[in-house]
């Protein structure tokens, strides 16, 4: 109650303790599985979910393949990028954890000494949500999904602000969208290039995909060759 008397009527700091007061009134297995979540859980999922969708892609080995896994390599590099953005923010903005400004409370995670504002985790999450997004939106919805319970985390856990995840949400997402135009302009093609190249076609597309898909390609053409052979009997 300390802290909640503290925070005036600052609805950041209110819906912090709101969150967090959750975490004192559940189960101590229950925190440790918060903890887990938010601190990898969630990190680990969207990469095994890009895992997924990529092997999905191939398999199809469907025509816009190339383009379709430039985007899911965009999704990882977006995220990267997103935080070596988020270095001078951090830096200009010095926000303390908000453990440091704040009495009552339940911190779940311990020796978090950075600033809090943006968050990297909010930041890594929703880069890939939103860049699995771009590649697939099916993939890209549960993406999303995904790092939205990461934020959530968060300030479950104590470590940052409502404010530090949105602003971590709204970076990941500006850096994915706004660089995708330029990313799959220069990834694309390195992607069609290694879907013709012998050794690392694969990784574009299966080989038994690319088989039926030529099969598809040739059958077609056959039934015109024998079409135009046809009219050209009855015109004989």
Known sequence: ????????????????????????????????????????????????????????????????AASSVAALVWAPLAAGIAVLVNVP??????????????????VLVSGKTDYSFVSDHATIVMALG????????????????????????????????????????????????????LAMALLTPVMSAIERSPRGGWLIKARGASRAGEQKAVIPGARKEAAGAEERDLAA
């Open 1 to 64: 109650m300390a802290g909640l008397a503290e925070s005036g009527s600052n609805p950041d700091v209110d819906l912090l303790f709101d969150i967090n007061g959750l975490a004192k009134d559940a189960p101590h297995w229950f925190d440790r599985v918060m903890e887990y979540v938010g601190e990898y859980g969630v990190v680990l999922a969207l990469v095994l979910l890009v895992v997924w969708c990529w092997w999905s892609v191939r398999r199809r080995g469907e025509e816009d």
């Open 89 to 106: 923010i951090r830096g200009f903005v010095e926000r303390p954890r908000p453990f440091l400004a704040h009495q009552g409370l339940e």
């Open 130 to 181: 939103v860049g699995l997004f771009v590649a697939n939106r099916k993939f890209g919805l549960v993406g999303i999904g995904l790092a939205l319970l990461g934020g959530f985390c968060r300030v479950y856990m104590g470590v940052h602000y409502p404010t530090d995840v949105v602003g971590g949400f709204a970076l990941g997402t500006a850096v994915a969208l706004l660089l995708s135009p």
